[in-house]
């Protein structure tokens, strides 16, 4: 690692939701609430926590494509919250994202060729045959011939649409990008053949990922370090291949006890109720009404995110007095 690449600050989104009675106030579902991170150079930054929790929301405001309602975004230490549309452009070829679903995320209409070349045409980057050798070197660098180019996107499988869809994102040769639930949709033996495909490129190209799944097996097979969320807030970091901190936010080894394991016959950590209404939050900690370990304090008072260690940070009430050993 060579220091800090992208950070957010208090990062905020909301949402207003129309109103159903006519007097009634507007209210705004916080997709989003004051998160903070940093994400080192050459790291692969993984972004985990159920469906709903705004882990999508933020990977799309750190590339752009979501206006935050509060906070910054950082970039090389240059703020990019404020760029213009000129700035932003130039951007791009830092920035890039693969989206979720890579059925819908490719122009059906369209060859493979033209989906790849459109980006350097847009960027005004070399003539028709230098464009040709970066789409050709890009298919290659996926693990797809060229012979794909004049392919169209019904004519490949899930796993070969996913790699066009990695080779779009690296074709402007960018330095950081955004993983969205990249291998949800795909069978399993698919999903290990991209992940090995990602890891594979981050050390060749010398690529910075945030990688966002709901899936923590996988996020903590390609992860360097993973940020938990729950109801929109960052509850714990936490290095992923570290056999000394394991995991301490009660949310988190709820998460962690539910992934099978062959070796060793763990108990399972049931949380109680369901996650709460993103309309009405809970007060205080937002997980402790399904918290087996809550507090009076827990209801009254949101904990910060604060340092256990130089790399992990969990917010939480039990490890600020010592309630709980480490």
């Not at 053949?193 to 490129?201: A, D, F, R, T």
Request: aromatic residues 6%; hydrophobic residues 35%; contains cysteine.
């Amino acid at each position: 690692m060579s220091g800090e690449l992208l950070r957010v600050e208090v990062l905020e989104k909301q949402y207003r939701v129309p109103k159903t009675k006519l007097f009634e106030p507007r209210q705004a579902v916080r997709a989003v609430d004051g998160v903070s991170f940093g994400i080192e150079e050459g790291e692969i930054f993984g972004l985990v926590g159920e469906s709903g929790c705004g882990k999508s929301t933020m990977g799309q405001m750190i590339v752009r494509l979501v206006k935050e309602s509060a906070g910054s975004v950082y970039y090389r230490d240059r703020k990019i919250n404020d760029l213009s549309g000129t700035g932003m452009k130039a951007l791009r070829q830092e920035l890039q994202i693969v989206f979720q679903d890579p059925y819908s995320s490719l122009n059906p209409k369209k060859t493979i060729g033209w989906l790849l070349e459109e980006p350097l045409i847009i960027h005004g980057i070399g003539d028709k045959a230098a464009r040709k050798k970066i789409v050709t070197e890009m298919l290659e660098h996926v693990g797809l011939s060229p012979d794909y180019l004049k392919r169209y996107p019904h004519e490949l499988s899930g796993g070969q649409k996913q790699r066009v869809g990695i080779a779009a994102a690296l074709v402007l040769k960018p330095k950081f990008i955004v993983i969205d639930e990249a291998v949800s949709a795909l069978d399993v033996s698919v999903q290990s053949q991209i992940l090995n495909l990602l890891k594979e490129l981050r050390d060749k190209l010398r690529l910075t990922y945030l990688f966002i799944s709901h899936d923590l097996n996988v996020v903590q097979y390609i992860s360097d370090r993973v940020g938990v969320m729950y109801l929109g807030k960052l509850v714990e970091i936490f290095d992923a291949g570290s056999t000394n901190e394991a995991p301490l936010h009660p949310y988190t080894k709820a998460l962690f006890s539910a992934i099978p394991d062959l070796k060793e016959n763990k108990e399972r950590i049931l949380l109680k109720g369901d996650v709460p209404n993103p309309l009405h939050p809970p007060g205080g900690c937002a997980f402790h009404p399904r918290c087996p370990m809550a507090t009076d304090r827990c209801s009254k008072e949101r904990p910060p995110l604060r340092s256990i260690t130089a790399r992990h940070k969990v917010s939480c009430h039990l490890y600020e007095e010592g309630e709980v050993s480490l």
